[in-house]
Nanobody
């Protein structure tokens, strides 16, 4: 079992910045993908950004150029730096930790709300 602890609950104005972090503990595996997903009210959960243990990244088109995902492998922690925030970024953000090739190894955090006021 992998336990994920998210931090960075935020209420910011449009144009502001916020950093989320997520620390993984428990049965960590060396090859993994850590990422952030978000779910706005009435919408499906969607990918925000993901980073593989080797360092490659992938971003949703809507956040490219504004958000940066990074990780500290020594701390098993992933970060999401969010700049130039927009009201449409308002959502509950969920941390995800998974094995890229073993579907059953897929873990989620409880979610942290991000609210961007206009």
């Amino acid at each position: 079992q992998v336990h994920l602890v998210e931090s960075g609950v935020g209420l910011v104005q449009a144009g502001g910045s916020l950093r989320l972090s997520c620390a993984a503990s428990g049965s960590i595996f060396s090859i993994n993908a850590m990422g952030w997903y978000r779910q706005a009210p009435g919408k499906q959960r969607e990918l925000v950004a993901v980073i593989i243990s080797g360092g490659s990244t992938n971003y949703a088109d809507s956040v490219k150029g504004r958000f940066t995902i990074s990780r500290d492998n020594a701390k098993n922690t992933v970060y999401l730096q969010m700049n130039s925030l927009k009201p449409e970024d308002t959502a509950v953000h969920y941390c995800n930790y998974r094995h890229p090739a073993i579907a059953i190894l897929d873990y989620w955090g409880k979610g942290t709300p991000v609210t961007v006021s206009s």
